[in-house]
């Protein structure tokens, strides 16, 4: 029932505000293919928890498996707690933009799973510190704040994966090759 809400909520209220509800087909696909089974997984665009809660159910211990997210938009962020209530999880999901205000900035996650929001437009690259740890990965600042988010986003994916960890996103055509 919560999910059938959910979407009726992205198709209407969400995508105003540049939300999108990702599938659950999609969500389960990421999921088999990261396999996570302990840990510690990361949602820095987390929106309604359903990666959490898909994450949740592929293992047989649910206890083994420690979550955290993040969400920019407090409507959404509101029904991810409610999501994460009603199947039992508890994970620390905080409020705010996770690419200008990183509220997990030390976190290592054994898996970074995500939809962030595609091609975003002045999201506010030049606020970004050049100094930024992100930004040392092998970009400079001018690569990342002259288009769109994506290249930030893979970033930021890359910034919070532990050693050996995997991260598995769903990110624009293009975004890759960029």
């Not at 009603?86 to 905080?94: A, S, V």
Request: aromatic letters at 10%; proline letters at 4%; a negative charge.
């Amino acid at each position: 029932t919560y999910e059938y809400f959910i979407s009726n909520f992205a198709s209407t209220e969400g995508t105003r505000g540049g939300e999108f509800f990702t599938p659950s087909s999609i969500v389960r696909l990421l999921v088999e293919m990261l396999e996570p089974t302990t840990g510690r997984i990361m949602d820095p665009a987390c929106g309604s928890g359903g990666m959490f809660v898909q994450s949740a159910r592929f293992t047989d211990s649910a206890q083994s498996l420690s979550f955290f997210g993040q969400e920019r938009i407090e409507t959404t962020w509101r029904l991810c707690q409610m999501n994460l209530i009603l199947h039992g999880i508890r994970g620390k999901i905080e409020i705010g933009n996770s690419l200008l205000n990183d509220r997990h900035p030390s976190l290592k996650a054994d898996i970074v799973i995500a939809n962030p929001p595609f091609n975003q437009q002045k999201w506010g690259a030049d606020k970004l510190d050049p100094k930024d740890s992100r930004l040392q990965i092998g970009y400079s600042r001018g690569q990342v704040t002259d288009g769109n988010a994506n290249t930030m986003w893979m970033l930021h994916f890359l910034h919070h994966l532990a050693d050996g960890g995997t991260a598995g996103y769903v990110m624009a055509n293009g975004s890759m090759t960029t």
